[in-house]
């Protein structure tokens, strides 16, 4: 799972012209458009219980490496699944009005999480791993002053040293035909562990919950550089969006997810003027 760090401005005294993430990376390839409405406009999006139960999974997940390895079991997983869904409720109470009358009702919702957690069970078993990292935050700036940055869902290092880096998602595997943009992500994480580092990752591996099946793919350098140049053309290809102020939308079947139709021209939506000191300023994403 993602999140974002903002506001940093220099790194070890070297400025920072810009930050991008795998996220709002993948944003601008789905929809300029969306970009801006996420990262210019920072325009509030409503949560899900499909998004709840990402973040619910995500933390039984982080919290089932902190007990020891031999009480790593679907059952004690399971009994962390109520604690984490009270602490993720108690952080933002106005969670619980997406139940109910509102929604799916919370029993079977729970259940579905705990579905989640029982095919995890197939696919790994913790008591046979000692990741070196949880929710790692890595950056690392590029030469054009770019900075790229993004969390980690787990970090595993080999005692010859190999790196794997994997991320967990609650939803299923992609079709083949988006593995590709599936894997950007994952590259994105092994690129800035690559220039952190000095290691190219063995294994990339991404962990579907909702169907029960693992993506895994072995980068190498070429792969990584590669990376890197698409995503400095991105930058410069933001940077150009900004400065010119023209966000273009690009309709797609995505656009069933996006929170923002009512304010698209492909939907005969009109988007808000853009905020000016965004304008001026580089754009930080
Ligand atoms: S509805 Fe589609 S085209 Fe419009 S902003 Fe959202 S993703 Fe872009």
């Known amino acids: 799972m993602t999140q974002d760090v903002e506001g940093r401005t220099s790194v070890d005294g070297v400025e920072v012209l810009g930050s991008l993430s795998p996220s709002r990376a993948s944003d601008f390839m789905t929809c300029p458009l969306l970009y801006r409405f996420r990262t210019v406009d920072r325009l509030p999006e409503p949560s899900s219980p499909d998004a ?6 995500h933390k039984v997940l982080e919290d089932l490496f902190d007990l020891p390895a031999p009480d790593r079991t679907p059952g004690r997983a399971a009994e962390l699944l109520q604690p984490a869904w009270e602490s993720v ?3 933002d109470p106005e969670i619980a009005e997406m139940f109910g009358a ?6 079977a919702w729970l259940a579905s999480c705990r579905n989640s957690l029982e095919r995890y069970f197939a696919l790994e078993d913790p008591t046979r791993l000692e990741p070196a990292e949880r929710e790692l935050y890595v950056e690392t700036l590029l030469e054009s002053k770019l900075l790229l940055r993004g969390f980690v869902d787990r970090v595993d290092v080999a005692p010859t040293g190999e790196i794997r880096v994997v991320d967990y998602k609650t939803g299923k595997a992609p079709h083949p035909a988006f593995e590709a ?5 994952m590259k994105f994480y092994a690129l800035v562990i690559w220039r952190t580092r000095g290691v190219v990752p063995a294994m990339l591996q991404l962990i579907y919950l909702g169907s029960g099946e693992l993506l895994r793919y072995s980068p190498d350098e070429a792969d990584l550089r590669a990376t890197e140049r698409k995503v400095e053309a991105l930058w410069k290809a933001i940077s150009l969006a900004q400065s010119s102020g023209d966000w273009r939308p690009r309709r797609s079947a995505l656009c069933g997810w996006c929170a923002h139709q009512a304010l698209c021209p492909e939907f005969g939506g009109t ?15």
């Open 52 to 57: 709840v139960r990402g973040t619910v999974v």
């Open 181 to 185: 943009k599936a894997l950007f992500q």
């Open 271 to 285: 988007p808000p003027e853009l905020p000016v000191l965004q304008i001026e300023a580089t754009p930080v994403s």
């Open 89 to 91: 409720l108690e952080a």
């Open 102 to 107: 509102e929604g799916p009702e919370v029993g």
